[in-house]
């Protein structure tokens, strides 16, 4: 069982930046690949970045490549999604998720277990 818990989302100016965190609770949090989808109202959610365990090996989103980073540290049990260039576009919902596959999947059913969600908001 995994527990994960976001933060560092908030209201930001276009341009700004902010980075999220993601703490997960278990003992096996290392074993496990991590993602980070948002969501908007009214929209599906969708993928923006995944990262495996060891050797780290990431994916992202077309939308968010160049501006977003993820990243993780075992040792803490958190995995980050730095987040530089912020537009409106990126105001959503932000999840991190954990999956037992060892693959950066942008697929939502491969995840195992998720977050409650923080809140991301970027005006123009």
């Known amino acids: 069982q995994v527990q994960l818990v976001e933060s560092g989302g908030g209201l930001v100016q276009a341009g700004a930046s902010l980075r999220l965190s993601c703490a997960a609770s278990g003992r096996t949090f290392s074993s496990y690949a991590m993602g980070w989808f948002r969501q908007v109202p009214g929209k599906e959610r969708e993928f923006v970045a995944a990262?495996?365990?060891?050797?780290?090996?990431?994916r992202y989103a077309d939308s968010v490549k160049g501006r977003f980073t993820i990243s993780r540290d075992n040792a803490k049990n958190t995995v980050y999604l730095q987040m530089n260039s912020l537009k409106p576009d990126d105001t959503a919902v932000y999840y991190c998720a954990a999956s037992v596959t060892n693959t950066p999947t942008t697929r939502q059913n491969l995840y195992n277990y998720w977050g409650q969600g923080t809140q991301v908001t970027v005006s123009s």
């Open positions: 990262i495996t365990w060891a050797p780290s090996s990431t």
